[in-house]
């Protein structure tokens, strides 16, 4: 059977029919017969010592898996596609466990549910963190095990036969003695009836026949041929389109406007004042974007009017010279620090960044007088749909949302900020309305990933070893606003991921975090996160302090990975795929860096070329990963490929800065991405091994951008403390 290469409406279809309740101890306790087939509830189990949230309703995730009279297998996808190959190494998992081809195995978006779909790694529904795979690696492949034990008694009862003298391959149930079989399909209602097996014997590593394999990416022919299905791309009937403009200032409001001109346009049909912004809808975008033009608009910027990117930088300084909340500690760094033979300090910084998705933001939303309807891509589909609800006034179940690939997501689709404002709009609107945001409107009223400032002080011994270390950082808490309870002792593990628990060995560590919050400005999750921060500054002070005694950076890094030999390997195996100690050109310098991150070990070497001029091109990135068990080869190579080219990007060009309260930055002129013929020749090595699944969505773009500087300062001389690069220093000669 073929592959239903596109995204389903699950809102409805996946909830019908609910097998009941399961124990987290047996797993899964019940089936049900459902349409003449097999359907499985399975509720995601917690590690150890987490009953309580296992009992607690609000972190009770489920999946579903459903085998028709047809054989066909039916995954109901708790994680959503934004090109990092969710939608085929997932059910990879399920046709392990399942014996089914892979082909066998269609998809259904799950509807928004977070008792049935929460993320068991995040404690809501969404896709983020690097962790679908994570999440999804025991449960689902478990829950392939169990439909195979039940189909398997299923065909041993019929024939009366011992059920270990029965085989499950390719989507049948063989008799070995005789050679008997029945396909799933007529095996499924029977299947549904048998007992629940309380434990299933999952297959080993090496026998897997999936797992491990370049598989071809089941969503990649209706992309290229143009069928697959977007939230831009939707058009429900009746279907206007709208866009708008929005105070350039955060906190502003509108003062007056004159709309004679755009009511002028032909194809606008109605103009739409809120609070804050104006939107334009028209019969197409052409027209909407001519009527907004047309406009007249007069702001009254509100109390951010004079912010500017130092005043921000100046307040997280200034917060920095404070006590902040204790994030790690080991031994007494202090004391330690006042015997150190060699003391090395340094401050960084690194700017706001915007998410510039390839796939302009966007959402249909039709309001009708006792319920709404939402068509969108989102990284989190219970928040759509509860921001929704709450926007019109609405029963939640009154609010239905068809979630749809992503064409980018990079952690701006974990936000409903833009579902809230279709919502209003469509409200005084006759019909269904799509609202598109420019690019324009959407990097300038983004929500940004914060900057950050940083103070570091280090003590070394006689020999250079860092004896003690203490690092304090500023800046804003994301996860302070989108998930409160998260936020605990003035900490979150977002914030401090990358910064404490260290591969390295340092026996005297003080860490400290000052939450500061930009006045006007929200924050998000960006690609890499927390990381995309620590690891940069954790990385280039590490090699401040190899430099400062002299030290081949490589080596001394590795003297302080005794106790972290997945570490050390992947730094080893880098170091030496790149050739790190041959010689280069004048003007070129190679780079390292290492992290672990997302539960994966990585190490990247950057080859960079600094011209006379202060220009920057990285040449080549050679880049060794650890990340545990491997389910497809193929989409963890894109995977960091994708992240290095993201990571080159902010650390060549990105910066979100502002002015008298406005961000400067508008367009792909002054928002500069990574072009083609910019790119480096990319090398990635993986390495083997059977421990579980790390992520992968996110590590490459917090591991290139130190690798980077680092090399930077390899071929020049000058280290950079401060992103992005700025190639007026590097073409002066001054060291920030």
Not at 74 to 89: A, D, I, K, N, W
Not at 120 to 146: D, E, F, K, Y
Not at 268 to 293: E, S, T, Y
Not at 491 to 514: Q, R
Request: net charge neutral.
């Amino acid at each position: 059977m073929t592959v239903n290469r596109t995204i389903e409406r699950a809102a409805g279809s996946a909830q019908t029919g609910l097998a009941r309740g399961l124990s987290r101890r047996g797993f899964l306790r019940a089936a049900a017969v459902a349409s003449g087939g097999l359907k499985l509830s399975l509720r995601l189990p917690f590690a150890d010592g987490d009953a309580a949230a296992a009992d607690a309703d609000s972190f009770t995730p489920n999946a579903f898996i459903r085998i028709g009279t047809d054989g066909q297998v039916v995954l109901t996808m708790p994680y959503v596609e934004m090109g990092q190959g969710t939608y085929t190494s997932i059910p990879m998992l399920i046709a392990e466990e399942l014996e089914v081809d892979l082909s066998q195995v269609r998809l259904e978006h799950a509807p928004p549910d977070e008792k049935l779909y929460v993320n068991p790694l995040l404690g809501v529904q969404a896709t983020g963190n690097s962790n679908a795979i994570r999440g999804a690696w025991q449960p689902l492949r478990q829950a392939g095990a169990i439909a195979r034990t039940m189909l398997v008694s299923a065909a041993a009862k019929r024939w009366n036969v011992d059920p270990a003298s029965c085989r499950a391959q390719n989507g049948e149930v063989r008799h070995l003695p005789t050679g008997r079989s029945f396909k799933y399909g007529e095996l499924a209602a029977d299947a549904a009836r048998m007992p629940v097996p309380e434990n299933v014997a999952l297959k080993r590593p090496e026998d897997f026949k999936l797992i491990g394999t370049q598989a071809k990416r089941l969503d990649t022919p209706a992309k290229v041929n143009g069928t697959a299905v977007y939230g831009i791309d939707v058009r429900p009937p009746g279907m206007k389109i709208a866009t708008l403009a929005q105070s350039p200032v955060f906190g502003g409001r509108v003062k007056r406007v004159d709309d004679t001109a755009a009511k002028a346009v032909k194809g606008v049909r109605q103009i739409v004042r809120l609070d804050d912004a104006i939107a334009v809808v028209a019969d197409h975008m052409g027209a909407a974007k001519k009527g907004l033009a047309a406009l007249v608009i007069e702001w009254d910027d509100g109390p951010h009017a004079k912010l500017s990117t130092q005043d921000v930088a100046r307040e997280l300084e200034k917060a920095t010279l404070n006590s902040g909340a204790v994030a790690q500690n080991i031994g007494d760094a202090d004391k330690v620090l006042e015997g150190a033979v060699t003391k090395v300090e340094a401050t960084y910084q690194v700017p706001f960044l915007a998410h510039a998705t390839m796939e302009p933001m966007n959402c249909t939303v039709h309001v009708r007088e006792d319920s709404c309807e939402v068509w969108v891509g989102t990284q989190a589909i219970a928040r759509v749909q509860a921001a929704a609800a709450n926007t019109a006034g609405l029963p939640l179940d009154k609010v239905v949302v068809h979630n749809h690939l992503i064409g980018g997501g990079f952690g701006r689709r974990l936000e409903s900020d833009g579902v809230i404002r279709a919502v209003q709009i469509a409200q005084k609107v006759d019909g269904p309305v799509k609202v598109v945001w420019t690019r324009e409107e959407d990097i300038q009223h983004d929500m940004y990933r914060p900057y950050w400032f940083d103070r570091f002080t280090a003590g070394l011994d006689e020999n250079g070893k860092p004896v003690a270390w203490n690092h304090r950082f500023a800046g804003s808490s994301v996860i302070a606003r989108w998930l409160p309870p998260g936020f605990k002792d003035g900490l979150d593990p977002d914030s401090t991921e990358g910064a404490i628990d260290l591969a390295y060995a340092l026996p005297n560590m003080h860490v400290e975090y000052v939450r500061v919050e930009p006045p006007g400005i929200q924050t998000a999750f960006w690609r890499s996160v927390g990381p995309s921060h620590t690891v940069f500054v954790i990385e280039s002070f590490m090699d401040e302090l190899a430099a400062a005694k002299k030290q081949d950076a490589v080596d001394y890094r590795r003297a302080l990975l005794d106790k972290a030999p997945r570490a050390k390997a992947v730094l080893d195996l880098a170091a030496e795929k790149a050739g790190w100690g041959h010689p280069l050109p004048e003007g070129v310098g190679r780079g390292v860096s290492i992290q672990s991150v997302f539960g994966t070990y990585l190490a990247m070497v950057a080859e960079v070329e600094v011209s006379k001029d202060g220009t920057v091109r990285v040449r080549r990135v050679t880049c060794a990963v650890d990340c545990g068990t491997v389910v497809n080869p193929d989409t963890v190579r894109a995977q960091i490929e994708s992240a290095i080219i993201f990571g080159i990007t902010a650390v060549l060009n990105g910066k979100i800065t502002l002015k008298d309260g406005r961000v400067e930055q508008a367009n792909f002129d002054t928002y500069k991405i990574l072009r083609m013929n910019e790119a480096p020749t990319i090398q990635v090595h993986i390495v083997q091994n059977s421990e579980p699944p790390g992520g992968m969505g996110e590590c490459g773009t917090s591991a290139i951008v130190p690798a980077v500087t680092n090399a930077i300062f390899a071929a020049t001389g000058k280290r950079l403390r401060n992103l992005p690069v700025d190639t007026t220093v590097l073409k002066q000669g001054d060291n920030p």
